[in-house]
């Protein structure tokens, strides 16, 4: 996949914009986009294709503001994105791992929101030592 192909895909996950005085055009080998305050720069270039065959080197973690984790599973696939793993778990806390068109891991979080609404579950108090607890 192209840099301007891949600077379209996370422009739109991202919800990141080109800069506009130099927008990035198919058949560039650099392409930023960056959020619109411009406060960060996420950069895809051409590498060549024996460089590729390395493991990633990336990947990204993604925490919904707004929805639930599974809306943004759901707004990733829309967008191209292939699932490769389901971690969830019953209290709603764990992940979805999916990746961009060239394979960079993609991980889905569970909002702070749901996060803060399911309390993490509480361990038992341990016995003091030389104590055994009763089965």
């Known amino acids: 996949m192209t840099p301007y192909a891949q600077s379209v895909l996370w422009s739109r996950v991202l919800d990141f914009i080109e800069d506009p005085d130099d927008p990035n055009e198919s058949g560039h080998e650099l392409c930023p986009i ?4 411009r406060s960060q720069v996420l950069l895809f270039i051409t590498v060549p294709d024996d460089v590729k065959r390395l493991k990633n080197r990336l990947h990204l973690d993604l925490r919904p503001v707004d929805g639930t984790r599974d809306d943004e599973v759901e707004r990733l696939l829309a967008l191209g994105a292939s699932q ?7 209290d709603g806390r764990g992940w979805i791992t999916l990746t961009d068109l060239e394979g960079t891991r993609i991980v889905a979080r569970a909002s702070a ?14 016995a003091p030592a030389g104590h055994r607890r009763p089965v």
Do not use: E, S
């Open 84 to 90: 490769v793993g389901d971690f969830r778990r019953a």
């Open 113 to 126: 929101r749901t996060r803060q609404r399911r309390p993490r579950p509480t361990r038992a108090p341990l």
């Open 34 to 37: 960056m959020p619109c305050d």
